[in-house]
């Protein structure tokens, strides 16, 4: 028997695009320069302001190390791949982006927090490790074509990324890429029914389909078989 099929999930209402798709990736990277140029223009260290791990006053850094970078260099770095991942979050996982930036952010801060060595802990960098994790994993979890080419296509571009998360280079917060990257994982396995799912199909009987039998075969009528005007 043959049927045809509908889509049970249209992505064209999640995969719009807009300006303001772009406006928090933009924003947030701006502000993290505007940070670091009153740092150096008004010749202050906000270092102090970072992670510490294991003390009361190293818990201001869970919301604010973030936003601090220790040179030109490491502010640089996180830019780029923090803008093309806040970019792919707010596109494809709209439903649930400003959750994953906001308390994924809070919790890579808060693991920071409790598991690294005792120094002072600064950077964007686990943010984008939690970007990085949950745009891959979720495109492995839910099984939908395009989000699957999404996460081939951040393994691509920053899939060298994951040796950082061993201590492989000394004065790197190794502690915090692994807190972002573990934080990212679980966000994409909590959030894995949220948004774009993976396309299912109902299939509904046509008309045309009454013309062929359960195997496929055209059904056909025998002239014999039809009943006769009897004769008067």
């Given at each position: 028997?043959?049927f045809c ?53 190293g818990l ?173």
């Open positions: 028997m043959r099929y509908i889509y049970w999930m249209n992505d064209e209402q999640h995969l719009k695009f807009s300006l303001q798709t772009l406006r928090i990736p933009f924003l947030f990277v701006l502000l993290i320069w505007l940070v670091y140029w009153v740092e150096i223009q008004f010749s202050f260290n906000f270092n102090k302001y970072g992670v510490y791990p294991r003390t009361f006053s201001k850094g869970v919301f604010l190390t973030h936003f601090i970078h220790s040179d030109t260099k490491h502010l640089f770095n996180n830019s780029i791949p923090l803008f093309v991942l806040l970019s792919a979050l707010f596109y494809f996982y709209k439903d649930v982006a400003y959750k994953v930036l906001l308390l994924g952010g809070f919790f890579t801060g808060f693991f920071t927090w409790m598991i690294a060595r005792e120094s002072y802990h600064i950077g964007v960098s686990g943010i984008v490790y939690l970007l990085f994790s949950f745009v891959f994993f979720s495109g492995v979890l839910k099984k939908h074509i395009r989000l699957i080419a999404l996460s081939l296509g951040v393994i691509f571009l920053y899939g060298s990324m994951i040796w950082y998360v061993f201590p492989v280079k000394d004065g790197m917060s190794w502690e915090g890429h692994l807190s972002g990257f573990i934080t990212g994982l679980f966000f994409a396995f909590l959030y894995r029914k949220k948004g774009i799912q993976k396309q299912e199909f109902e299939f509904v009987k046509t008309d045309f389909d009454d013309l062929f039998d359960d195997e496929g075969n055209l059904i056909t009528t025998n002239v014999d078989d039809q009943p006769h005007d009897k004769k008067q």
